[in-house]
């Protein structure tokens, strides 16, 4: 009876024992499987177009406030739906090296990340044209809706001095991705 009982154990405990190397391994391999298959769908997103909707889509005016960082962008632009993922935008940006400037930019929602980021990515030659054509466009407003010579004088004004503000507030993009 003891030589029973005492190989019935022996046989227990190989079985307990070996099922319980065969959940460990099952549980690896599901953790594996897990782990791979995010960073595909992370990998994807990041490297390949990938757009919030299909196209048409919509389009959706963005405000880049003075001192915004690439992080803050991301996460009005995530909350706006026109970026599926804070994550690859971040990275993306940070590897093609974005420099963004204050402003009011038009994207879409099916824009990919890489097409959203050549968007807002502007240099500070281009920003201060940007600046130029915004005050030339408010001087041309302002002429048609005053109809008189009233509305030019003032509209040079206005002018001169955004040209002027446009020199002082252009910078160079710093490495936190801060907008100048």
């Given at each position: 009876m003891r030589n029973e009982d005492?190989?019935?154990?022996?046989?227990?405990?190989?079985?307990?024992?070996?099922?319980?190397?065969?959940?460990?391994?099952?549980?690896?391999?599901?953790?594996?499987?897990?782990?791979?298959?995010?960073g595909y769908r992370f990998g994807y997103t990041?490297?390949?177009a990938d757009s919030a909707e299909e196209a048409p889509g919509r389009d959706v005016e963005i405000v880049v406030e003075k001192g915004e960082t690439i992080?803050?962008?991301?996460e009005k632009l995530y909350a706006d739906h026109v970026i599926p993922n804070t994550y690859a935008f971040r990275i993306q940006a940070r590897?093609?090296?974005?420099?963004?400037?204050?402003g009011t930019y038009k994207v879409n929602t099916s824009m990919s990340?890489?097409?959203?980021?050549?968007?807002?990515?502007?240099?500070?030659?281009e920003y201060e044209d940007k600046?130029?054509?915004?005050?030339a466009s408010a001087e041309t407003e302002d002429g048609i809706i005053s109809g008189g010579d009233e509305g030019q004088d003032a509209a040079e004004g206005?002018?001169?001095?955004?040209?002027?503000?446009?020199?002082?507030?252009?910078?160079?993009?710093?490495?936190?991705?801060?907008?100048?």
């Open positions: 005492s190989s019935l154990k022996s046989i227990s405990s190989i079985l307990i024992g070996v099922a319980g190397h065969v959940i460990a391994i099952t549980l690896l391999v599901l953790f594996a499987f897990t782990v791979v298959n995010f990041v490297f390949c992080d803050e962008l991301a590897l093609y090296d974005i420099g963004f400037y204050p990340t890489k097409e959203i980021l050549k968007t807002i990515d502007l240099t500070e030659e600046l130029k054509l915004e005050a206005s002018g001169e001095s955004t040209g002027a503000d446009a020199a002082d507030t252009a910078g160079e993009s710093t490495e936190s991705g801060e907008a100048q």
